[in-house]
T-cell receptor, first 111, second 110 residues
């Protein structure tokens, strides 16, 4: 069966520090991969999605970037975090022509 | 922007059916209706999806109107663990990026 792993689960980072959140999917090949963010008390915002290695679509211009160095690996990064980057970050995947499934999320607090 | 309209909140008694409505009047012919739910501090959980026909699985039933402009998610026997935010989403062919709205907060009480 397919599983999705996302880490770290929680982190507290100072303003101006870099960020790296990693997500991997097991049990499938060539998945579509997604990064969403949920700010406190708000809905889910799509940040990036990828249909293949090196193919990244950005939905919202901001202080973040995404990369897909391997087929089942998706990384969310920032060079310098802002206070407004705090939130709940979710990685998700889907097969070709299939439903989207979410990981358990990463809580980021920028202080 | 989300293409759906849902009530902000609903209440349901434990053991009763919970009927969650969703309006999607601008849905196009090849777009699916998806339902997810999110319990606080967890990733959204897929519930069910459909295109035209009503669907049922072990979690819920999805009733889509004939004109496809609205749908209803039915939890046949709500339990306290069904308390969550329920999202109704319309999207293209399964697998394309889904845009979430604010959802309906369902509170199930004993």
């Amino acid at each position: 069966s397919q599983t999705i792993h996302q880490w770290p689960a929680t982190l507290v980072q100072p303003v101006g520090s870099p960020l790296s959140l990693e997500c991997t999917v097991e049990g499938t090949s060539n998945p579509n991969l997604y990064w969403y963010r949920q700010a406190a008390g708000r809905g889910l915002q799509l940040l990036f999605y990828s249909v293949g290695i090196g193919q990244i679509s950005s939905e919202v211009p901001q202080n973040l970037s995404a990369s897909r160095p391997q087929d089942r690996q998706f990384i969310l990064s920032s060079k310098k975090l802002l206070l407004s980057d705090s939130g709940f970050y979710l990685c998700a995947w889907s097969g070709q022509g299939d439903t989207i499934y979410f990981g358990e999320g990463s809580w980021l607090t920028v202080v | 922007d989300a293409k759906t309209t849902q009530p902000t909140s609903m209440d349901c008694a434990e053991g009763r059916a919970a009927n969650l409505p969703c309006n999607h009047s601008t849905i196009s012919g090849n777009e699916y209706v998806y339902w997810y739910r999110q319990i606080h501090s967890q990733g959204p959980q897929y519930i069910i999806h459909g295109l035209k026909n009503n669907e049922t699985n072990e979690m819920a039933s999805l009733i889509i109107t004939e004109d496809r402009k609205s749908s209803t998610l039915i939890l046949p026997h709500a339990t306290l663990r069904d308390t969550a935010v329920y999202y109704c989403i319309v999207g293209g062919q399964a697998g394309t990026a889904l845009i979430f709205g604010k959802g309906t907060t369902l509170s199930v009480s004993s």
